[in-house]
């Protein structure tokens, strides 16, 4: 029953949600399932959930066999909730969690006469015979319930397939929407904007100094001015965790952070035809999305390599990780909302692909709303390393800080953004997460900067 969705267990899992199958059981095993595989089965509201609920009560009932325990869970749980718990056995003969206590028979054979007071194991061939009759009953109850689950599931793959068209149209006519009141918003601006506007305004870069284009990998980068922010998050902001488990010491206390100099980011992640170019292999998880979509299952350590590579292929050293400030810097923008398109879930919906609207996978980089510096996928997509070692933010307003030194709390690096795996809370422009700098994972990526 242990398929919840664990805010935690994205360090750990595969690409895929809920319950996996156990395909290389040994001969003897029986496994039970509360839902359906790649599901998230229902928490419900007390102690236990409907499943392991129905699953306890049936346990201890004197006489039912393994079989019949489970059938009588599956069809409990499934008119509570409408989830389907299912079984696999490799099991010989029958199991009883509490047998019940000896059974006297009384069978009538052809003869007409009854044979009584003898165990069940000794009865004649007509008892057997009715035994056989029962469990083919069973067997054609039990295909009965698998065509009824069958039909179900068909009808909520229809209902999953006509949201997510609705989905995609409602994203068509929002970015139509957004498009005519851009175009509408700067025909009413004056001709010299206040900065405010300014910054709210999406820009166009200059083609000069404002954007560069890596000679290698052919990546853009956007000049990102000097400026002040407030890093962080309020202490009443939706979805702000008061600790977290993953990053000890990684809070989120406001402070005031200067960036005293311009710096390129790049504009969308690394991606796997860029990763191809410089390191001549490809890691991710998702080969099938193609080239231009991020390259994932890189450790802090692979990003150090690749930092180097490139360095040395273009004779610099200017090209490396941001820090931490730099990031949320570059990923706010100006704004102080919780995403950089506002603050509910819809509206990250228009920047990032997250677990609401990822289909459970990458997705090409580039194709969401950019921010008002023109980066993309900021937000959700893959997880973004950064060059800090996890800890503490500090207590008062700092200048172009680099975070703690190795070890002040723990050997962990921080990586930003949220992913495609993730709930909407985690895609945040102040969330913070970190890990070994070992770890890999097909949620978890990066992007660069490159000094002026």
Not at 140 to 152: K, Q, S, T
Not at 167 to 173: G, K, L, T
Request: contains cysteine.
């Amino acid at each position: 029953d242990a398929c919840r969705d664990n805010p935690y267990s994205r360090s750990f899992r595969n690409a895929v949600r809920g319950l996996a199958i156990v395909s290389n059981a040994p001969s003897g095993t029986f496994i039970s399932y509360s839902t359906g595989a790649n599901q998230v089965a229902r928490d419900g509201e007390g102690k236990y959930s409907p499943y392991t609920r129905a699953l306890l009560e049936n346990m201890v009932k004197p006489g039912l066999t393994i079989n019949k325990v489970f059938m009588n869970v599956r069809s409990e749980v499934k008119k509570e909730t409408g989830q389907i718990p299912w079984e696999l056995s490799s099991l010989e003969g029958d199991f009883y969690f509490v047998p019940g206590p000896p059974e006297k028979s009384s069978v009538t054979i052809p003869s007409g006469k009854a044979i009584v007071g003898r165990d069940k194991s000794s009865v004649s061939t007509a008892a057997a015979a009715d035994d056989l009759d029962d469990e083919n009953r069973k067997l054609e109850a039990e295909h009965r319930l698998l065509l009824e689950e069958r039909a179900l599931f068909a009808k909520k793959k229809k209902a999953l397939e006509e949201k997510r068209q609705q989905i995609a149209e409602e994203r068509e006519r929002f970015l139509t929407e957004q498009k005519a009141e851009r175009l509408a918003a700067e025909k009413r601006l004056p001709a010299e904007e206040t900065t405010t506007l300014a910054m709210a305004k999406r820009p166009s870069p200059p083609e000069d100094a404002g954007i560069f284009t890596s000679p290698t990998t052919g990546a853009k980068f956007v000049l990102i001015p000097a400026g002040t922010f407030m890093m962080g998050s309020p202490s009443d902001e939706t979805g702000r965790e008061l600790y977290n488990f993953w990053a000890p010491g990684g809070n989120e206390t406001q402070h005031q952070v200067t960036i005293s100099k311009p710096f390129y980011m790049q504009a969308t992640e690394v991606t796997q035809g860029q990763w191809q170019k410089v390191m001549g292999n490809n890691p991710s998880g998702f080969k099938y999305c193609g080239e231009n979509c991020p390259v994932e299952s890189v450790s802090w350590n692979d990003v150090q390599e690749f930092i180097r590579k490139l360095n040395q292929t273009e004779g610099t050293d200017k090209y490396r990780l941001p820090t931490e400030a730099q990031w949320e810097y570059s990923a706010r923008a100006g704004t102080t909302t919780r995403f950089y398109t506002e603050d509910s879930d819809k509206d990250l919906s228009r920047a990032a692909w997250y677990e609401y609207n990822s289909g459970g996978k990458t997705h090409p980089v580039g194709q969401k709303t950019p921010n008002a510096w023109s980066l993309y996928d900021m937000h959700g997509n893959v997880w973004e390393w950064v060059q800090d070692w996890n800890g503490d933010y500090p207590d008062g307003s700092v200048t172009d800080p680099e975070g703690p030194r190795e070890g002040l709390l723990s050997s962990f690096r921080v990586y930003r953004g949220g992913a495609w795996s993730n709930r909407a809370s985690y895609n945040r422009s102040a969330e913070r997460e970190a890990y070994f700098p070992t770890a890999l994972y097909t949620d978890l990526g990066f992007r660069l900067v490159r000094a002026q």
